[in-house]
């Protein structure tokens, strides 16, 4: 296959150059052998093999409908709210089958955390939506540590500053893109291991989709990230990974830069350069 020039990664910044560094040998996250998923007779997803490494950046594109969205809910097992969905196969953490019977899925989700394409903070004051998970997971042994962790994950999630000095309003009264940011706040507070986000700027302004974009970056040096995003440009300044899905299928993986300059299936060629999808 000819070497593609791509515009897609010439606009990526020297960020990429810095996410995509690791390891030579980086420890695996996350594992993924033959998952498949159903929506009650019809298969939606196709015997998916994939490793997700520690702290790293992975990048999931494709079409609408391709899977990349229903796979990324299978890692921390939200499909088993949607009535029908039945996954089979094995996914890991750490090692633990996360479909394990015995397993507590809201310790699953506290390590595994998510955050959604629209904002969706809870209908409670700001200080109330990063106080409710460490509160609920027993992680705060007294008022002074729960501020110290609602402090640390605002700040985390760069917000801190815009919001210091009105935490008791509700966190709907802020703008669409403070509100995402504080779902990820959200999810930090737990100190998950892993953080899943679907499109999270699909609803956002520019200038608010920089601000989540630079804090997927700060981010990446202590937790695992998969990203779901529609979006070529976002995957190449975000990710040091990237998975192409499409119908049910993973198509191919690999480092972000190859994924856009030398793919090696023509699916994915067709799809960075823009004859589908």
């Known amino acids: 296959m000819m070497k593609m020039e ?9 960020a990429v150059g810095e996410a995509a560094k690791s390891a030579e040998t980086p420890a695996v996250k996350m594992q993924a052998r033959d998952a498949r998923v159903f929506y009650g007779d019809k298969e939606a997803l ?15 594109i494709g079409p609408s409908g391709c899977g990349k969205s229903t796979f990324l809910r299978c890692l921390n097992r939200m499909n088993d709210t949607i009535d029908g969905c039945r996954v089979t196969g094995k996914i890991e953490l750490d090692g633990e089958d996360i479909y394990d019977r015995s397993l507590d899925v809201v310790l699953l989700r506290a390590r595994v955390g998510m955050v959604f394409q629209k904002p969706n903070p809870f209908p409670k004051s700001i200080y109330e939506n990063i106080a409710y998970g460490p509160r609920l997971h027993g992680l705060a042994a007294s008022k ?3 501020n110290d962790i609602v402090e640390s994950s605002l700040r985390r999630a760069g917000l801190w500053e815009e919001v210091k000095d009105r935490l008791d309003q509700p966190g709907t009264g802020l703008s669409g893109g403070q509100q995402q940011r504080l779902c990820i706040a959200r999810a930090v507070a737990v100190s998950p291991e892993v953080i899943l986000m679907d499109e999270p700027c699909s609803a956002l302004d520019p ?12 981010l990446a040096s202590n937790y695992t990230i998969v990203i779901v995003t529609h979006n070529m440009q976002q995957a190449a300044r975000v990710s040091s990974r990237t998975a192409f899905f499409h119908l049910g299928d993973l198509v ?8 856009f300059t030398s793919p090696k299936d023509t699916r994915t060629e067709d799809y960075i350069t823009g004859r589908f999808g």
Do not use: M, W
């Open 252 to 259: 191919e993986v690999g480092k972000t830069e190859v994924i």
């Open 207 to 218: 200038i608010a989709t920089a601000k989540v974009e630079q804090l997927i970056t700060e």
């Open 6 to 14: 791509s515009n897609v990664l010439r606009q990526a910044p020297a």
């Open 144 to 146: 002074s540590e729960l």
């Open 46 to 60: 196709h015997g998916v093999n994939l490793d997700v490494y520690e702290k790293e950046v992975l990048a999931f």
